[in-house]
């Protein structure tokens, strides 16, 4: 049986206890009318207490939890900072306010509760990041030497298919991702789904995940928090991750094209590995000589293909007859397509 049901008894119960003191004493002395009047208020209390006990007990605490559970721990942490910090500012005026004039030195100090701390947690979450900037700059100022506090402090999401592709440990060990690295529970549980995945090779990519996990765990340079923090009311992955980062006004790092598209039209941040890994590739200009080692043919008559040491295709003219051989070539062309950078190129010497 759900709690609810419990709720609505205990309400009924208590309700109906209510009913039957009300009637006795609104009832006049007959006897008659006494007890019908108290049978009648025991019943309405009883349906009152059948009816409205659950949206004044579990309904409220729900959606309390709901809320909470949406909220960032930095959100939580200056709001309970800034109600403790206009509490004891009202306690302290509360004396002085308490020898105005009556009424209004026995109703100020209470007032005066209210006001400042309602402004201590609207001023505490308002600058928040400035907040766990100063503590995450007081607590790891040893580790991060010469970052800045707002750096060291960011807070990065990371989606299911990053943490699946590993890259993301390798970045995080040269320290190019301060802050932390926040993996909630509703990802995490996506990993754990696809591992266990009757399809081997799903079930292969989502053991890739768990042992990439455990290696930014790992990792000195990376802070990686798993948070329980969920987003109510919606089911997809992707669209609690672009909720979630709208709310904690932080970034999501990943390499899923679909949801790099969704977040940026909802002005989400996000921080794209394939991007990353386009924009440190090898710049070579036209005109310019490399060795490249060339391993197949091409789709035209005559073209060899072979590859830079960071994965770059590079199109050699008249490249069939240096199958397997490793030759230096002069780049024609620089092409950059959707799917990373190309290079065209023919034999040294060959015009």
């Known amino acids: 049986m759900s709690a609810d049901f419990f709720i609505r008894i205990i309400g009924m119960a208590v309700f109906s206890v209510l009913g039957v003191y009300v009637g006795n004493g609104l009832t006049p002395y007959n006897q008659d009318k ?5 049978v009648t208020f025991t019943l309405l209390g009883a349906l009152i207490g059948l009816v409205l006990t659950p949206y004044i007990t579990t309904r409220p605490i729900r959606a309390l939890r709901a809320l909470l559970g949406r909220l960032a721990a930095e959100t939580l942490f200056s709001a309970l900072i800034g109600l403790v910090i206009g509490l004891l500012t009202a306690a302290l005026l509360a004396f002085p306010l308490s020898l105005l004039p009556s009424p209004v030195g026995k109703v100020m100090p209470m007032i005066g509760v209210l006001i400042f701390g309602y402004f201590g947690v609207a001023v505490f979450t308002t600058r928040q990041a400035d907040i ?9 100022r040893e580790e991060n030497t010469g970052a800045s506090p707002a750096q060291s402090s960011r807070t990065i999401l990371l989606d299911t ?4 592709d590993g890259r993301v440990a390798d970045i995080a060990k040269t320290g190019f991702l301060p802050g932390t690295l926040l ?6 549980n996506e990993l ?15 053991r890739r995940g768990m042992e990439v996990l455990a290696e930014l765990q790992k990792t000195s340079a990376a802070v990686v928090r798993i948070s329980d923090v969920d987003v109510e009311g919606v089911r997809e992955v992707d669209d609690k991750l672009v909720i979630l980062a709208r709310q904690m006004k932080c970034p999501i790092l990943t390499n899923d094209f679909n949801l ?3 977040a940026e039209l909802q002005g989400v941040v ?22 490249v080692n060339v391993i197949q043919e091409g789709k ?3 073209q060899g293909v072979g590859y830079m040491e960071d994965g770059t295709m590079v199109v050699v003219e008249n490249g069939n007859k240096y199958l397997n051989k490793e030759i230096t070539v002069t780049v024609t062309k620089v092409l950059q397509t959707a799917a990373g950078r190309m290079i065209f190129a023919r034999p040294e010497g060959k015009e």
């Open 34 to 38: 006494q007890l019908l009047y108290t």
């Open 132 to 140: 766990t900037s100063i503590l995450g700059g007081l607590t790891r």
């Open 161 to 164: 298919s990053v943490i699946i």
């Open 183 to 188: 993996i909630p529970r509703f990802v995490l």
């Open 192 to 206: 754990q789904y696809i591992a266990d995945s009757p399809d081997s090779l799903r079930r292969q990519r989502g």
């Open 260 to 262: 790099n598209r969704i």
């Open 270 to 291: 996000i921080l794209n590995i394939n991007e990353l890994a386009n924009a440190v590739k090898s710049v070579v200009l036209p005109g310019e000589y490399m060795s």
């Open 300 to 302: 035209e008559i005559n």
